[in-house]
């Protein structure tokens, strides 16, 4: 059986996650999908719009036979180690045949042969990075920047391969390569167009297709009816169960009061321990706090964002710092290490064939009750559920303590 392995987050799954899925099996051939999902918060440094069950769900319902977790270790983390996470879970299930990522420009020709040479970063590597953000680029620009130049030494080929790299699919793309090179994987990367909608834009188009955001700004500020042209028919009616049960929307305000007394509780030093707390920011973050207007994520986000530091930056270390995420136990020494298990979400009856064999062919263990296994990693799965239940619009006990209490989904 050909399997193919998808990485995805569903913020939520609409109809261009639909296209993405049938275009992988067709272009892959493959019998099976298995999904690696990010869980309740994500790689921008969101918390998702509705909970990591409801999500899977919906990649079961679109026909994904096997959802993982995404550790949050590796879900939280710039594209080089959400990437290296995603891609080590796939590789560690044995029975993941070929990768299928959406990409802009829909082609490996550039981005595959870049991904060998990166895949051992050099010191010319590193030095133009350091370079770059001196120069007061973000760390996206300065690596793109940084890549093209190694690659192409000199030349006008430089220019369109930056280009190349700034856009999210693409980089995000280039960085599952990478992870492919460094864990001599034998899995066979594919990428898929994107169509129509991309990755950041904030409205929808006139097509069926429209982007995560725009969807989810729809729903928060329409209500969910709004964004039914654009999300299948299983999305919006287990979207329509968890905003009735009280456990969706979830969006950043829902955790302000958490954060807040977080940060006015810490010093300086202490904040700076965090991860991604980098440059002085512990003190911009008090100084921007003391200055807001209205005390909103919003608005400190607002405040803090500059031309060095982007909002997903940003996004992610107050996420962190919520999180209580230190750069010690979280360091890219740490994170090198790899995921330290197989966390099942889900599956259907050949997702169910897929872990069966799994038995032989996994390389770390695979769990479906966290109780059997004791992880950091895993311990702070645990902790960030718990976190986001406690940001519901209803909260419920039981939804703190829902991964020790409710086994995966099956169909």
Known sequence: ????????????????????????????????????????????????????????EMALAMGVD?????????????????????????????????????????????ILPLSRLLANESG????????????????????????AAVFCQSGPAVNPLQELLTQPNNSLGLHYLIALNRLNSRITPYTIPREQAQYHDPLPGSSSIASATAIRNIILSEGLNAARPYIP????????????????????????QPLFQTLLTHTPAQLEDYLEVTEGLEHRVQRM??????????????????????????????????LNHDKGSMSPKELAKGP???????????????????????????????????????????????????????PDIRHFYSDYLLPPLTP
Request: charged share 20%; hydrophobic share 40%.
């Open 289 to 322: 706090l003391s200055q807001l207007e209205n005390p909103t994520v919003e608005g400190l986000l607002g405040a803090l964002k500059t031309k060095r530091y982007t909002r997903t930056k940003l996004q992610r270390m107050l996420l962190h710092i919520m």
């Open 124 to 147: 010319e590597f590193r030095s133009k990075i350091e370079q770059h953000l001196r120069e007061g680029m973000n760390f996206p620009s300065a690596y793109g920047a940084a890549a």
């Open 233 to 256: 028919e299983f999305t919006l009616e287990i979207m329509n169960r968890e905003i009735q049960a009280g456990q969706a929307p979830i969006h950043w305000e829902r955790f302000r």
């Open 1 to 56: 059986m050909k399997t193919v392995g998808i990485v995805v987050e569903y913020n939520p799954l609409h109809h261009g996650h639909v296209l993405h899925y049938h275009k992988s099996k067709e272009v892959t051939g493959a019998d099976a999908v298995v999904a690696v999902m990010s869980g309740p918060f994500l790689q921008r440094g969101e918390p998702a719009i509705a909970g990591k069950r409801a999500r899977a």
């Open 340 to 394: 330290g298990y197989i966390r099942v979400l889900g599956f259907n009856e050949t997702g169910r064939g897929l872990l069966k064999r799994m038995k032989k062919s996994a390389t770390l263990p695979v769990i479906q009750k966290p109780t059997l296994l004791q992880h950091p990693q895993l311990e702070r799965d645990l902790m960030a559920a718990a976190v986001y239940a406690n940001g519901h619009p209803v």
């Open 66 to 110: 096997l959802c993982i977790e995404l550790p949050v270790t590796y879900a939280v983390q710039p594209a080089e180690w959400f990437a290296y996470g995603a891609v080590s879970i796939l590789e560690a299930t044995g029975v993941v045949d070929c990768l299928s990522f959406g990409s802009e420009s829909g082609s490996l020709e550039q």
